[in-house]
């Protein structure tokens, strides 16, 4: 599973050094802009996800990926046609760097609003975290123009995007989902925040001691949704790759399938009992 295989990497390359050349490559990667479902489309790096959702009457962006990636993100909206001055509103998905980093530069260049969790808020403006492997790595922070709660919905003209809290992977960590058209069929999107551990200390985590039990109720909430198209913040959670591949070929969207968020939900599950389960063997005396 290239998910475990790129978290897992990530957690090593933070532990021992967390400087620009510590990161994997495909983080920084350039990546053609595409078009995902409805008006969805990808205009991240090759592994950092950002997504761009147009209307008539504004545009929303989720994430920003790292600083030195802004050019590329622009360039990739620019080159789908769109005008960054559209963009009406940025949120996140989590206050990690590689996620939130180019937010600021991104806020500034367009003029839109940012919105962002109550728990990830002190993170995203000050650019630091207080745990985990990426505590030593501080990005640009960015002011949070709104706090959204869990089960509201924000957004720009007919966009609406609703907030689902999943915290663990940061206090805030928040996924979002949005209903998006395609040839006369409605479907549910997901951008699910990250449930990886990724390195966070489970066990004596005294800047945030509830992090397992946030964990494991996000886990359970991230079960018990529905959705036909799954996203996340890497691009290696689900192989946007193999189904532009599969595109290429005709036939339904790839991007369409309501089995992908329970499969990704069971293995991300087994993956985060079988670390807790490791630290709390490495914790004992
Ligand atoms: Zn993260």
Same mark, same amino acid.
């Given at each position: 599973m290239k998910f475990f295989v790129t978290a897992a990497f990530a957690a090593l390359a933070f532990a021992s050094a967390a400087s620009?050349?510590?990161?994997?490559?495909?983080?920084s990667a350039p990546q053609a802009p595409f078009h995902i479902a409805g008006n969805t489309y990808y205009v991240g790096t090759r592994d950092l996800a950002v997504y761009l959702i147009t209307s008539p009457k504004g545009d929303v962006l989720i994430d920003g990926a790292l600083a030195d990636t802004v050019p590329q993100i622009e360039k990739n909206i620019a080159a789908l046609g769109f005008k960054l001055s559209n963009i009406k509103l940025i949120v996140n998905t989590h206050a990690h760097f590689d996620h939130a980093a180019g937010i600021a530069r991104l806020k500034k260049d367009s003029g839109a609003k940012f919105d962002a969790s109550a728990a990830d808020r002190p993170i995203l403006e000050t650019g630091?975290?207080?745990?985990?492997?990426?505590?030593s790595t501080h990005y640009p922070p960015v002011k949070v123009d709104h706090v959204v709660r869990d089960g509201e919905t924000v957004g720009v003209g007919d966009i609406k995007l609703t907030a689902h809290l999943t915290p $663990?992977?940061?206090? =805030?960590c928040t996924s979002w989902t949005w209903n998006e058209t395609e040839n006369g069929k409605t479907y549910r999107v997901i951008d699910i925040c990250s449930v990886s551990?990724? =390195? *966070?200390?489970?066990? *004596? #985590?005294?800047?945030?001691?509830q992090i397992v039990d946030d964990y494991r109720a996000s886990i359970a909430k991230l079960k018990a949704m529905h959705a036909d198209v799954f996203l996340a913040p890497h691009a290696g959670f689900y192989d946007p790759q193999g189904k532009l591949a599969a595109r290429k070929?005709? $036939?339904? #969207?790839?991007?369409?399938?309501?089995s992908t968020l329970q499969n990704f939900m069971a293995k991300a599950e087994a993956a985060f009992d079988t670390e807790l389960a490791r630290q709390q063997a490495a914790a004992k005396p």
């Open positions: 620009a050349e510590s990161w994997p490559a495909e983080w630091t975290i207080s745990f985990g492997p990426t505590a $663990g992977h940061t206090p =805030g551990v990724a =390195g *966070n200390p489970l066990v *004596n #985590n005294t800047a945030y001691p070929t005709g $036939g339904p #969207n790839p991007f369409v399938d309501p």
